[in-house]
Structures are given as structure tokens and as C-alpha cells.
């Protein structure tokens, strides 16, 4: 019990510190990256003669934009209400809270470098392809043309860039301590607490049903990234499939409820729904990838 004790105590302070240390630098600079890219910026490369670059364009500013549905969201509606073409607009939804660089770096650290770049290079091909597919759909008769009040995050900010970038770095960070804090408690717990063989027993497959079942539970179970990712680390330590553990990580931070609430107040239920069966269908498709090749 007590060798337990101490393996807790050990997991959470580095696992916490790490963490800390990594989402401060990557804050910063994306902070940095964001006063540079303005929203009028995105406007006007959005709309570009090349469409099918404003595609790819979609996707880049949605992966360097906001971490949430709570900042994406707001954006989104000013994008379309600016007339900004429908399909690139929606592959910056699906990427902004799926690639945003923190999720990157931390899946990097956790999971390690292969995890990350196959988790990267299929969501980034994922978000082009549901913008293309939902333009095709002509989903954009479903927007209601409502605006919802953002958090001022391209707001004009005033003082040098650096200074502000660590102003940034702290606001995002701030927030985001005690979701951090859950998440590596938990994780801790499992590695220290949690017996191998419960996990490999009940949770170690990596069959379609057993990636399914994960991408489904984590749409109504929404843990943020910053809390899963964590507890990630130890399931997959464990015995967890990483297929399985991203698949569940997909289902939570993109499609959780609280931003299918929000799509609600823009689109008809046509939209929602394809939506979110779009995000179950690239959580169930990254799972399998990520077994089959790692």
C-alpha cells in the first residue's frame, strides 16, 4: 500500500509539472501566432478564388485557432455571417478543437511522436473532406444566420507582443488548472492504485466494437482534452489500446455536448446531426488506424 502511495504522489508531480511546463510554452506561442492572424485575415484568405486551397486554409486556422467550442463556435458564425464559403468555414470547425497545438504536444508526450502525427495527418484530412462533403450536402441552408457572443479572442490588445503572449499563456492556462489538475490526479490514481489486469481485462481490446463503444461514451461523458489526455496516458498504460483511448478522445473534445448546444442555436437539426455522426465516424476511423499501424 504504502509503495502505491508513493508511486501516486511520484506519477502526479511530474506528470502535473510536465504538463504545466508544456502548456505554458505552447500558450505562448500560440498566442503569439493569433496576433498575428486576425479573424479579418481569415476572412479574407477563406474567400479566396482557389477553393480548394481554402479548404486546406480552413483546416491550418482552425488547428492555430482557439481551444474550445466555446471560442470556436462564435468565431464560426462571424465567419458565415461575413459570407465567408460554407465548406472552408466547416473545416475549421472540425479542426479548431480536434488540432489546436496543445492537443498536439500533449498527445506527443503522452502517447508519443507516432500517435500524434497519425492523429494529425488523418484529422487533417478529415477536416478538408467534411467540408468538401457538407458543401456538397448543401448544409448551408441549415444555418439560422444567428450570431453568438464570443470571449473577445480576436479582440485588438494593446503592449508588445511579447508581453502580451504571457498575459495569454496565463489567461488560457489559469482556466484550464483545474481540468488539468482532475485529469492527472486521475491518472495517477490508475498507475498507482488501478491493477493491470482489471484494465487488460475489461478494456484492452482493439477491435471495431471495442473503438466504437469508446467513441460513443465519450460524447456524453465530455472530459476536456486537458483532464483525458492524463488519464489517457495511464489506461494506455495499463493495457488500453491507443487506438481505443483515441478514439475516445476524438468522441469527448469533438463533438462533446456542450458544443452540439451550441451548433443547435446555429444550425437545424439536419446539420447537428450530420455533425455529430461525422465526429463519430473519424473517432471510430483515427482508432482503427492508429491499431492497425501503431
Known amino acids: 500500500m504504502l509503495d502505491s502511495i508513493i508511486e501516486f504522489i511520484k506519477t502526479f508531480l511530474m506528470l502535473f509539472f510536465e504538463l504545466l511546463i508544456l502548456f505554458i510554452i505552447v500558450s505562448f506561442i500560440v498566442s503569439l501566432i493569433q496576433q498575428v492572424v486576425s479573424e479579418e485575415k481569415i476572412k479574407r484568405l477563406l474567400s479566396r478564388p482557389n477553393k480548394a486551397v481554402n479548404y486546406i ?28 464559403p460554407f465548406g472552408p468555414a466547416m473545416s475549421f470547425l472540425i479542426a479548431s478543437p480536434l488540432m489546436n497545438p496543445l492537443m498536439i504536444f500533449m498527445l506527443w508526450a503522452l502517447l508519443g511522436w507516432k500517435v500524434a ?11 478538408i473532406l467534411t467540408g468538401l462533403v457538407f458543401s456538397k450536402m448543401n448544409l448551408a441552408n441549415s444555418y439560422k444566420g444567428v450570431n453568438v457572443k464570443g470571449d473577445g479572442f480576436f479582440a485588438n490588445k494593446t503592449g508588445s507582443r511579447f508581453k502580451q503572449a504571457l498575459n495569454d499563456a496565463w489567461a488560457f492556462l489559469y482556466p484550464m488548472l483545474p481540468y488539468l489538475f482532475i485529469g492527472v490526479f486521475i491518472g495517477a490514481f490508475i498507475y498507482g492504485f488501478i ?17 466504437l463503444i469508446a467513441s460513443v461514451i465519450g460524447i456524453p461523458m465530455y472530459i476536456r482534452p486537458e483532464t483525458m489526455l492524463p488519464i489517457a496516458e495511464a489506461l494506455v498504460s495499463k493495457g488500453m489500446s491507443l487506438g481505443t483511448v483515441v478514439a475516445l478522445i476524438i468522441g469527448g473534445a469533438g463533438a462533446s455536448i456542450p458544443e452540439v448546444a451550441l451548433l443547435s442555436k446555429l444550425f437545424k437539426r439536419k446539420f447537428v446531426i450530420s455533425f455529430v455522426i461525422a465526429i463519430l465516424g473519424v473517432a471510430i476511423a483515427t482508432g482503427l488506424i492508429v491499431n492497425i499501424i501503431i
Open 117 to 127: 502525427i497519425v492523429y494529425f495527418v488523418v484529422l487533417a484530412v478529415f477536416s
Open 195 to 211: 491493477p493491470e489486469e482489471f484494465i487488460t481485462k475489461y478494456a484492452s481490446g482493439d477491435g471495431f466494437i471495442s473503438v
Open 57 to 84: 486554409l480552413g483546416m491550418i486556422f482552425g488547428a492555430v485557432t482557439p481551444f474550445c467550442s466555446c471560442s470556436t463556435i462564435p468565431i464560426l458564425a462571424g465567419l458565415l455571417n461575413s459570407k465567408v
